[in-house]
């Protein structure tokens, strides 16, 4: 059973388009996150939910907007693409406060072509 | 500004060598710090956390140090072998929840 669960792996598409990505996670988790990963391999956080409520938002351009139904999921969605929103995006989760760490999907490459 | 700092982008090291990374920050007061491997296509995985009040943790053939005078951990790969070769990412994490990421330094063990 997959911890943390990205859909899609791939996601190639236009500028302009909207496209969602979503994640679910069945650890139990609190607390789910965002990251994005460039092309030189810097991961930075975008957002951050527990238990359904945004506790991070970093700036982050307001055509990306995270929703989450339930505490196991939380999905990203982005307006109006442009070619810089290329990256590989990663979904995590955690305990607050535990010495676990978090857990990360296996990414989302996205390419704006 | 903050910055998190990793050693280098790349070591090679010698199979059955320790290897060394070191994570140096500026600007941070983290409650704690944390190592995390990731090989290529995968998301990171997460190794070990040490807490400020911490100086040292140890898992199997992996040490971690933390000095908070230096703003410095060291993560060590003792009897270093080629499957550990990945990149490895140190993370920050204040007491507000926030970790921010180093960029990486890619380790390769040589047979």
């Known amino acids: 059973d997959t911890a943390v669960s990205q859909t899609p792996k791939y996601l190639v598409t236009q500028m302009g388009n909207d496209k969602s990505i979503k994640c679910e996670q069945n650890?139990?988790?609190?607390?789910m996150y965002w990251y994005k990963q460039d092309s030189k391999k810097f991961l930075k956080i975008m957002f951050s939910y527990n238990n359904k409520e945004l506790i991070i938002n970093e700036t982050v351009p307001n055509r990306f907007s995270p929703k989450s139904p339930d505490k196991a999921h939380l999905n990203l969605h982005i307006n109006s693409l442009e070619l810089g929103d290329s990256a590989v995006y990663f979904c995590a989760s955690s305990h607050l406060g535990e010495d676990y760490g978090y857990t990360f999907g296996s990414g989302t490459r996205l390419t704006v072509v | 500004s903050q910055k998190i700092e990793q050693n280098s982008e790349a070591l090679n090291i010698q199979e059955g060598k320790t290897a060394t990374l070191t994570c140096n920050y500026t600007?941070?007061?983290?409650?704690?710090l944390q190592w995390y491997r990731q090989d290529p296509g995968r998301g990171p995985v997460f190794l070990l956390l040490i807490r400020e009040n911490e100086k040292e943790k140890r898992k199997e053939r992996l040490k971690v140090t933390f000095d908070t005078t230096l703003k410095q951990s060291l993560f060590h790969i003792t009897a270093s072998q080629p499957a550990d070769s990945a990149t490895y990412l140190c993370?920050?994490?204040?007491?507000?929840?926030?970790?921010?990421f180093g960029d990486g330094t890619t380790l390769t063990v040589k047979p």
């Open positions: 600007n941070y007061s983290p409650a704690y």
């Open positions: 993370a920050l994490e204040t007491n507000a929840g926030k970790s921010t």
């Open positions: 650890l139990g988790h609190d607390t």
